[in-house]
């Protein structure tokens, strides 16, 4: 499966099969009034305080925050191993992965909204995808460092 984005234009487009999501069936209630769907690492202890976080900021209620640990939904669009490689979202159809589903996430949440817009520039989403490939080369050492001290 296709998980990377390309950075072409206003908004990321995904590449691949990821371009036509819009038969993308939610599974959970709570996902029919979401704008964000969310899919992370239910078993990373730096995912867990990530969308700790991300819940707490989110009092509006419009992101679906997906545990993908165990089993990636059926209908979900992207196997559980690309889902696990990086992070994924879903925004108004599209699916996103690394900085740009931040990004999205960020767009959802009023406190944030002017970062994740911001993001839709091309050169500042670079930057943060970036930012974001350097952070997954670090991940398993900052996963096992957050692990020890919780």
């Not at 690492?41 to 707490?56: K, T, W």
């Not at 669009?77 to 589903?101: C, M, N, T, Y």
């Not at 970062?115 to 970036?130: M, P, V």
């Amino acid at each position: 499966m296709h998980s990377q984005i390309s950075f072409t234009g206003e908004h990321p487009k995904p590449l691949g099969s990821l371009t036509s999501v819009s038969d993308y069936s939610h599974t959970l209630t709570n996902q029919e009034a979401s704008e964000v769907t969310i899919w992370y690492d239910g078993a990373c202890p730096l995912c867990l305080r990530e969308i700790a976080l991300m819940r707490r900021l989110d009092k509006r209620k419009r992101i679906a925050f997906v545990d993908i640990a165990e089993d990636a939904p059926a209908d979900c669009p992207i196997d559980q191993a690309d889902l696990l490689a990086r992070f994924h979202a879903k925004e108004d159809g599209v699916v996103l992965s690394g900085a740009a589903a931040f990004a999205a996430m960020w767009r959802a949440i009023p406190i944030l909204r002017p970062l994740g817009l911001l993001a839709r520039n091309h050169l500042i989403l670079s930057i943060l995808e970036k930012l974001y490939v350097f952070f997954l080369r670090h991940r398993p050492k900052l996963q096992r460092l957050v692990a020890e001290r919780s």
